[in-house]
């Protein structure tokens, strides 16, 4: 069946330093891939998303490129602040699936100032 | 976007008795569904809550415990019942609206 590995947390960096999250997913077809954002306290928000094979999803600074040939969806953002600390989830909607989600098991990022 | 609203936000039950959360949307959808993100986990798939039929539960998942009712297009309850403290989770309900998956803000279930 469809699944998504994240690499663990927690991951601590300095301000202004370079993020990548790690993320690869197993499916059938041609899945739609998503990052979504919980930061503490709150809901979960999506944060950027890709439909097919090549795209790049970006908000906020941060960036992700749907490779099909890797199976990868690498969450990647320039210089982090404070303000991203947070639990951040890869997902996919396989085909087919009416639009459910599997979810990688999340990566805590703490960014320290 | 999309604007989902979950009641209660956060309740606290004894081992036994039921809790019956309700999720409200903005707009018409023919489905909703309902996941669960238990302490420090990600977030799993209950079932799919279709308008005018009977949900659609993943593996693990049984009516008799998590029984949902989906009475019109804008509207869903998910019921917890006969508690225990593994049940003590975030409820989380959403809709698909494009291509993409939009969330409540969730309701955090301690059962003592």
């Known amino acids: 069946g469809n699944s998504v590995t994240q690499m663990e947390g927690p991951v601590t960096l300095s301000e202004e330093a370079f993020l990548t999250i790690n993320c690869t997913y197993t499916?059938?077809?041609?899945?739609?891939l998503f990052w979504y954002v919980q930061y503490p306290g709150e809901g979960l928000q999506l944060l950027l998303k890709?439909?097919?094979?090549?795209d790049k999803g970006s908000n906020k600074g941060f960036e992700a490129t749907y490779r099909k040939e890797t199976t990868s969806f690498h969450l990647e953002k320039g210089s982090v602040q404070v303000s991203d600390s947070a639990v951040y989830f890869c997902?996919?909607?396989?085909?087919?699936?009416?639009?459910?989600?599997?979810f990688g098991q999340g990566t805590e990022l703490s960014v320290k100032p | 976007s999309a604007v989902i609203s979950q009641k209660p936000s956060r309740d606290i039950c004894q081992r036994g008795t039921s809790l019956t959360i309700q999720c409200q949307v903005d707009s018409q959808v023919t489905m909703m569904f309902w996941y669960r993100q238990q302490p420090g986990q990600s977030l799993t798939l209950i079932a799919t809550?279709?308008?005018?039929?009977?949900?659609?539960?993943e593996s693990g998942f049984v009516i008799d415990k998590f029984p949902i009712s989906r009475p019109n297009l804008t509207f869903s309850t998910l019921t917890v019942s006969n508690l225990s403290p593994e049940d003590s989770s975030i409820y989380l309900c959403?809709?698909?609206?494009?291509?993409?998956?939009?969330f409540g803000p969730g309701t955090r279930l301690l059962v003592l």
């Open positions: 997902a996919l909607s396989g085909d087919n699936q009416g639009g459910k989600l599997i």
């Open positions: 499916a059938t077809g041609y899945p739609s």
């Open positions: 890709a439909t097919k094979a090549d």
């Open positions: 809550a279709n308008q005018g039929s009977e949900a659609t539960y």
């Open positions: 959403s809709l698909t609206r494009g291509e993409t998956q939009y």
